[in-house]
């Protein structure tokens, strides 16, 4: 079965940490890819500080309840965005 990709309701999490230059870098590749995203800072809570702590950036998808954990490229990035990986 084919997923359908990413609708415009669908919103992808960024975690991330305050003056974190790899978050940056994540950000530009969302943007790029057009991306409905919006940043957590795990700084202010203790569950995602002990979940993601040492490995931010991550992008995370509620709706499938996935993952992509740094470092990862503009290519991937989309990837994750449309389903495929």
């Keep these: 079965m ?3 990709p990413m609708t415009k309701a669908t919103q992808i999490i960024l975690y991330t940490r305050p003056d974190c ?3 940056e870098l994540a950000e530009d590749m969302l943007e790029q890819c057009q991306a409905s995203w919006y940043p957590i800072d795990i700084e202010t809570d ?3 500080i002990r979940k ?3 490995h931010i ?3 995370h998808r509620p709706d499938k309840d996935q993952a ?3 470092p990862f490229t503009g290519e ?3 990837a994750f965005i449309d389903l495929e990986i």
């Design 46 to 48: 203790l569950e995602l």
């Design 52 to 54: 993601y702590g040492n």
């Design 76 to 78: 991937a990035v989309r």
């Design 68 to 70: 992509l954990f740094w």
């Design 2 to 4: 084919t997923q359908a």
């Design 57 to 59: 950036p991550v992008l």
């Design 21 to 23: 230059h790899l978050c």
